[in-house]
């Protein structure tokens, strides 16, 4: 039977068994002697840590692009309908 104090990365390994056997959380921590309420905790915990940085990205801008002033050379459409163009 696993413990509570079971180390993260033991967690993390049993969360990434469990996402590659296409069973529910419940039928996985049955079938390995985990709450499931323990279990739930470290997926939630492990995605947390696997969320993407969504920061910033670089933009390079090109002379030839900047030259020609007819159409948007990029467009951003954010939430509530503001669009954002740059020629």
Same mark, same amino acid.
Request: proline share 3%; glycine share 4%.
């Given at each position: 039977?696993?413990? @509570?104090?079971? !180390? ?6 049993? =969360? $990434?068994?469990?996402? /590659? ?10 079938? @390995?002697?985990? !709450? ?6 470290? =997926? $939630?915990?492990?995605? /947390? ?39």
């Amino acid at each position: 039977m696993m413990q @509570n104090d079971t !180390k993260p990365q033991s967690m993390y390994a049993l =969360v $990434q068994q469990w996402q /590659q056997s296409g069973k529910t959380q419940k039928q996985f921590s049955e079938e @390995n002697h985990i !709450k499931l309420a323990t279990f739930m905790y470290w =997926v $939630q915990k492990h995605r /947390q840590i696997n969320v993407p940085d969504h920061g910033f990205a670089a933009l390079t801008i090109r002379q030839e692009t900047l030259d020609s002033k007819k159409s948007p050379k990029l467009e951003i459409e954010l939430s509530g309908g503001i669009v954002v163009r740059i020629y």
